[in-house]
């Protein structure tokens, strides 16, 4: 007998099915609560299947914890990606870069505001790389191949490539302008900004960016 038959009123999930539905119980945990709010018991409950069912997808709780992780990173890049979309139509490249640039900044904290729970899983507190494993049995992962990191780079690379930023100033502008963003981002989840209003915190956001961008564009010091 299986692990739903034997219980009744849990809902049976065909072949292919159970690891989809343990995912999505998680993601959404995830938004609901953060990283602390994916717990096993509760993500089998949500998917109607005893706790031992999902061993046959997921080794362990990390495992399944990291396969949350991997769908917040998509959500936040498919977000990023639908901030810069609207830049994709300008016909002056340096505008474009400009605007994609912006764009990548002002998508990550506008996702942070509005999906707070999913931002923190994806940044949980544990060392984490800029290339997440990939899954290929991820059916939520989307449509876009560029996690959060890999958009940015390519933005920068286009500042370059429109005669925006000096060549000497690319290498290590990642990292300067992540730390900015991801720095404000927690500000506003846990910090002094947390009650500011979205108005105001856009705002601050759009400045922020700005500021960003002006120091990636001026000429290096002498």
């Known amino acids: 007998m299986s692990d739903d038959a034997s219980h009744p009123g849990r809902r049976a999930h065909r072949h292919g099915n159970l690891r989809g539905a343990l995912l999505g119980a998680g993601v959404a945990l995830a938004r609901e609560g953060g990283p602390k709010a994916v717990v096993l018991r509760e993500v ?19 495992a399944l914890f990291e396969a949350v992780r991997g769908v917040a990173l998509s959500r936040l890049a498919h977000a ?16 474009r870069a400009r605007a994609t ?6 998508g990550y904290l506008r996702f942070a505001r509005r999906e707070p729970g999913l931002f923190r899983t994806a940044f949980a507190a544990r060392p984490f790389d800029v290339n997440e494993p990939r899954d290929d049995h ?7 191949d560029a996690n959060p990191f890999q958009l940015l780079g390519d933005a920068l690379d286009g500042m370059v490539d429109a005669g925006l930023m000096p060549p000497d100033h690319r290498a290590g502008a990642e990292w300067m302008a992540w730390s ?8 506003i989840l846990n910090g002094p900004l947390r009650d500011q209003g979205e108005p105001r915190c856009q705002a601050l956001a759009e400045r922020l960016v700005a500021m960003v961008e002006q120091g990636l564009l001026a000429e290096p010091a002498t």
């Open 180 to 187: 900015a963003v991801h720095g404000m981002a927690f500000l």
């Open 101 to 106: 640039f912006r764009g990548v900044g002002l």
């Open 80 to 95: 990023i990606e639908a901030e810069i979309e609207p830049a994709r139509s300008l016909g002056d490249a340096r505008l």
């Open 138 to 144: 991820d059916s939520m992962r989307g449509v876009s």
């Open 44 to 62: 089998t409950r949500r998917a109607g299947v005893v706790p031992n069912a999902a061993y046959r997808h997921f080794a362990n709780h990390q």
